[in-house]
C-alpha cells in the first residue's frame, strides 16, 4: 500500500485517499488503482520517497531477511535490489498492487497482510523491515507499528516513513514516545516525498523517516 497519489494528475485525490478508514477502502482503491499506479502517479508526481526510505535504511547496516511492509508495486524493492540488499519480502492489503511487484522479479515471496490485523508470519521471522508510504493517515496509523515490531527479531532494524502532517495530529509521536523500553535509537530523518518534476499542492509535501532498532 505505497503512498497514495491521485488518479489523473498525481495531485486531485490525494486528499480523498488520506481519507480512507477501512481496509476494505483501501484494498479495493489499490487494487483499481494497480495498473496504473507507477505511470499515473509515480512519474507523474515524480515520487521518490520509497527510494529515499530504501537509502536511508541501507545505509544503516540492515541484515536479511527484509519485510517491505506496505510493499504496492515494488518501488522499495526494487532500490534494495540495486543496493545489494536481500533476500527481501514484501506484503501489502491489496492483491492487485502485489501482482504489480511480482513482475518487477526483487522479492523472494509476496503475500496478503493487514498490519492492523495479524500478518502470516511469525513471531521475529524477520532481521529488519522498512516501509515507505504505508504509516499516515487514513492508511496505517500508529498501532500498526506494533504488528511491525512482532515479525522482526531483537535487535532488528526498522525504518519507516511517517507522513508529516500527520506525526502529531495521528497520533505518531504519541506512539513512539509509548514505546520507550521497546526500542532503541530512535531518531527521525527528514524527507521529501517528491523530486524537482512534481507540482500542484502536494508537490512540496514532506514527512520523516523514523528509524530505530527493536530492544
Same mark, same amino acid.
Given at each position: 500500500? =505505497?503512498?497514495?497519489?491521485?488518479?489523473?494528475?498525481?495531485?486531485?485525490?490525494?486528499?480523498?485517499?488520506?481519507?480512507?478508514?477501512?481496509?476494505?477502502?483501501?484494498?479495493?482503491?489499490?487494487?483499481?488503482?494497480?495498473?496504473?499506479?507507477?505511470?499515473?502517479?509515480?512519474?507523474?508526481?515524480?515520487?521518490?520517497?520509497?527510494?529515499?526510505?530504501?537509502?536511508?535504511?541501507?545505509?544503516? @547496516?540492515?541484515?536479511?531477511?527484509?519485510?517491505?511492509?506496505?510493499?504496492?508495486? @515494488?518501488?522499495?524493492?526494487?532500490?534494495?535490489?540495486?543496493?545489494? +540488499?536481500?533476500?527481501?519480502?514484501?506484503?501489502?492489503?491489496?492483491?492487485?498492487?502485489?501482482?504489480?511487484?511480482?513482475?518487477?522479479?526483487?522479492?523472494? *515471496?509476496?503475500?496478503?497482510?493487514?498490519?492492523?490485523?495479524?500478518?502470516?508470519?511469525?513471531?521475529?521471522?524477520?532481521?529488519?523491515?522498512?516501509?515507505?508510504?504505508?504509516?499516515?493517515?487514513?492508511?496505517?496509523?500508529?498501532?500498526?507499528?506494533?504488528?511491525?515490531?512482532? +515479525?522482526?527479531?531483537?535487535?532488528?532494524?526498522?525504518?519507516?516513513?511517517?507522513?508529516?502532517?500527520?506525526?502529531?495530529?495521528? =497520533?505518531?509521536?504519541?506512539?513512539?514516545?509509548?514505546?520507550?523500553?521497546?526500542?532503541?535509537?530512535?531518531?527521525?530523518?527528514?524527507?521529501?516525498?517528491?523530486?524537482?518534476?512534481?507540482?500542484?499542492?502536494?508537490?512540496?509535501?514532506?514527512?520523516?523517516?523514523?528509524?530505530? *532498532?527493536?530492544?
Amino acid at each position: 500500500m =505505497g503512498l497514495a497519489g491521485a488518479m489523473g494528475d498525481g495531485n486531485d485525490d490525494l486528499d480523498a485517499v488520506y481519507a480512507l478508514k477501512t481496509p476494505d477502502d483501501n484494498r479495493r482503491h489499490y487494487d483499481d488503482w494497480a495498473e496504473a499506479y507507477d505511470s499515473e502517479f509515480v512519474e507523474i508526481m515524480d515520487y521518490r520517497l520509497p527510494e529515499r526510505v530504501a537509502e536511508v535504511f541501507v545505509a544503516e @547496516g540492515p541484515d536479511a531477511p527484509v519485510l517491505d511492509v506496505g510493499a504496492g508495486t @515494488g518501488l522499495v524493492g526494487v532500490t534494495l535490489g540495486a543496493l545489494g +540488499v536481500g533476500p527481501v519480502d514484501g506484503t501489502d492489503i491489496s492483491p492487485g498492487m502485489l501482482e504489480k511487484a511480482a513482475k518487477k522479479d526483487v522479492y523472494r *515471496r509476496l503475500f496478503e497482510g493487514d498490519l492492523l490485523d495479524r500478518l502470516p508470519v511469525d513471531d521475529g521471522a524477520y532481521a529488519s523491515a522498512v516501509s515507505a508510504g504505508t504509516f499516515t493517515n487514513g492508511h496505517v496509523g500508529p498501532d500498526g507499528v506494533d504488528e511491525v515490531l512482532r +515479525v522482526v527479531r531483537k535487535g532488528g532494524l526498522i525504518a519507516l516513513s511517517i507522513n508529516g502532517e500527520h506525526w502529531e495530529t495521528a =497520533g505518531f509521536a504519541a506512539k513512539f514516545a509509548a514505546l520507550e523500553g521497546q526500542i532503541d535509537g530512535f531518531r527521525l530523518v527528514p524527507v521529501r516525498y517528491y523530486g524537482d518534476q512534481a507540482t500542484g499542492a502536494h508537490a512540496a509535501d514532506t514527512g520523516w523517516i523514523a528509524v530505530f *532498532r527493536k530492544q
